[in-house]
């Protein structure tokens, strides 16, 4: 599976982006899918995962409320709606997919995603 994010920008605290991460070379269907970020000098940390069929997602507490994360299987597509960004949401986000039908536990850890996009750059200005 290739994975290709979009979206990133630059955006003032409080304004709103969305991410697509768009599949191609096989389906996401049956894979759980979820997003990532790496702020500079930081490890990489979950924001948001979404399972299968898109019934069921989880989110990292620091972006509960403020992100949704959705996935569309006919588009190919998941997508990260950001709200109410602050500050200390600045980083590369990285979409990743899981192998067809794998459970992923959560927490979602980024060794239990088989499949990355190549990042894409949010930056969020006080």
């Known amino acids: 599976v290739q994975l290709q994010a979009s979206g990133g920008g630059l955006v003032q605290a409080g304004g709103s982006l969305r991410l697509s991460c768009a599949a191609s070379g096989r389906t996401i269907s049956n894979r759980h899918m979820g997003w990532f970020r790496q702020a500079p000098g930081k490890e990489r940390e979950f924001v948001a995962g979404v399972g299968w069929s898109g019934e069921t997602s989880y989110y990292a507490d620091s972006v509960k409320g403020r992100f949704t994360i959705s996935r569309d299987n006919v588009k190919n597509t998941v997508y990260l709606q950001m709200n109410s960004l602050k500050p200390e949401d600045t980083a590369v986000y990285y979409c990743?997919?899981?192998?067809?039908?794998?459970?992923?536990?959560?927490?979602?850890?980024?060794?239990?995603?088989?499949?990355w996009g190549q990042g894409t750059q949010v930056t969020v200005s006080s």
């Open positions: 990743a997919a899981a192998s067809r039908f794998k459970v992923v536990v959560p927490p979602p850890r980024p060794e239990q995603y088989d499949y």
